[in-house]
């Protein structure tokens, strides 16, 4: 789980091997939202933007998918050689 900076201290984004990303909220007792992000292999690690509008994902199959959280869609994939 990460700290996401712009939705306040109680604000968390968590990411699921199967590529599921949900915000969480620590004073609830459910996901204040969540979306798949894509079936681009079992993904490994996530990390917020600096102002907490974009999440990095990476899978281990070398893609790297930028996901825009206030649109709710993948703006960029990447994949290494």
Do not use: K, W
Request: aromatic share 12%; proline share 2%; hydrophobic share 35%.
């Amino acid at each position: 789980m990460e700290y996401l900076p712009h939705q306040g201290e109680n604000t968390f984004v968590s990411l699921s091997r199967q590529g599921f990303i949900g915000v969480e909220d620590s004073r609830a007792r459910h996901t204040a939202y969540g979306f798949t992000v894509s079936n681009r292999g079992l993904m490994s690690s996530l990390c917020p933007s600096a102002n907490g509008n974009m999440v990095y994902v990476s899978s281990l199959d070398g893609y790297l998918l930028v996901y825009d959280l206030r649109c709710n869609l993948i703006s960029s994939i990447f994949r290494t050689n």
